[in-house]
């Protein structure tokens, strides 16, 4: 059985940081693409970043400069690092494997979720 499970949201103040992990288990995901969504309340879950097996990464414009994803394919690990925290970051979050190399479609598996709240 695959898993995703996420760790790492929490509260924070506007300007801090967080460090989100998503560990996967159930199978390898070397060859796939990683990614992280996030839904805040009231609102359709949206794209936030992913990463290729090699390393590529897209972004939404939201967090470009701000959020960094890497991972760990040794270790089915991906990493979101969220700096200059904005209110409007407030959302749970959503780590999630594409079924190949497509980078912002094709998602088949998903985390639980965390959340992730900054206060301003």
């Known amino acids: 059985q695959v898993q995703l499970v996420e760790s790492g949201g929490g509260l924070v103040q506007a300007g801090g940081s967080l460090r989100l992990s998503c560990v996967a288990s159930g199978r390898t995901f070397t060859r796939n693409a990683m990614g992280w969504f996030r839904q805040a309340p009231g609102k359709e879950r949206e794209f936030v970043v992913a990463i290729s097996w090699s390393g590529t990464t897209v972004y939404a414009d939201s967090v470009k400069g701000r959020f960094t994803i890497s991972r760990d394919n040794a270790n089915n690990t991906v990493y979101l690092q969220m700096n200059s925290l904005k209110p409007e970051d407030t959302a749970v979050y959503y780590c999630?494997?594409?079924?190949?190399?497509?980078?912002?479609?094709?998602?088949?598996?998903w985390g639980q979720g965390t959340q992730v709240t900054v206060s301003s």
């Open positions: 999630a494997a594409s079924l190949d190399s497509r980078l912002t479609s094709n998602y088949a598996y």
